[in-house]
């Protein structure tokens, strides 16, 4: 309930700013404060009003988008059932440290890291990494929450099966679709992927959104078609917000080196 009150009001900040807000300059340091959520509101109205501009392509790709999603929806019980048969104690032991990939908790902490760096280091591109996250981890979110509460999709472990629904229904176990911890997930790795030059971060990002939505399954918390639809709005509305602020890329990149016997990681920040 906190993390709904949290996002909620971080939401209706962004909205209003977006109405009433100082102006948010052409050259900025970015830095949170009233002319970001002046930004991150309009860029809301945009992305709630961009399929107006969709072009033949775009409809193209939102039908097999939509096709997959309804695919899977007829065969969510099958699906799930067969991610419950294939548990093991080391796939249950594995979910404490998994299930913390999309939970909105830690994925608030990675971003004030990252913005904690970018003030640290006086790095403009990690601030500018971190507050993009931030405004598609939140738009994201407010779009899964519109779709719990509209679509009341019964959750897994209530025992109603897949195909019940109660509309507006303010109930935690009637908002299985969608995933919010796959959503918050591929929407902050998204915006990682896209600010960075480095396969190995796009791929390190990705992987573990994939991991946190695939076990929003195997816990019993989601259907399939939900963490699908989940994985798929974070990654439309998180390309899409970065989007809407082209500019030079952020300052995250890892790469891998072996040789000699060893293999090494490196981070390096860009300033």
Do not use: Q
């Given at each position: 309930m906190r993390n709904r009150l949290v996002q909620a009001t971080v939401l209706g900040l962004f909205i209003l700013a977006g109405v009433v807000g100082p102006s948010w300059p052409a050259e900025t340091s970015w830095r949170f404060g009233p002319g970001y959520f002046r930004k991150a509101g309009a860029d809301f109205k945009d992305i709630i009003t961009s399929p107006g501009s969709w072009k033949q392509g775009d409809w193209a790709a939102f039908a097999a988008l939509a096709g997959t999603g309804a695919l899977l929806f007829a065969f969510d019980q099958t699906l799930y059932d067969g991610i419950q048969d294939r548990k093991s104690a080391g796939s249950r032991d594995a979910s404490a440290v998994i299930s913390k990939f999309g939970n909105g908790g830690y994925l608030a902490g990675l971003m004030a890291g990252l913005y904690a760096s970018g003030e640290l280091f006086d790095s403009r591109p990690?601030?500018?990494?971190?507050?993009?996250?931030?405004?598609?981890?939140?738009?994201?979110?407010?779009?899964?929450?519109?779709?719990?509460?509209?679509?009341?999709?019964?959750?897994?472990?209530?025992?109603?099966?897949?195909?019940?629904?109660?509309?507006?229904?303010?109930?935690?176990?009637?908002h299985s679709f969608p995933s919010g911890d796959a959503s918050g997930a591929f929407a902050v790795a998204s915006v990682i992927a896209a600010e960075s030059d480095s396969f190995v971060l796009d791929a390190l990002a990705y992987g573990l959104a994939g991991l946190a939505a695939v076990w929003r399954v195997h816990d019993e918390k989601h259907w399939p078609s939900d963490v699908f639809v989940g994985s798929v709005l974070g990654i439309v509305v998180g390309r899409k917000v970065v989007a809407l602020n082209r500019g030079p890329k952020g300052g995250l990149d890892v790469s891998v080196q072996a040789g000699g016997g060893r293999t090494a990681v490196s981070l390096r920040f860009a300033f």
């Open positions: 990690l601030r500018r990494t971190a507050l993009l996250c931030l405004e598609s981890f939140i738009a994201t979110e407010a779009f899964v929450w519109a779709g719990k509460i509209v679509f009341g999709r019964s959750r897994p472990y209530a025992g109603d099966g897949p195909y019940r629904f109660a509309l507006l229904s303010a109930s935690n176990t009637r």
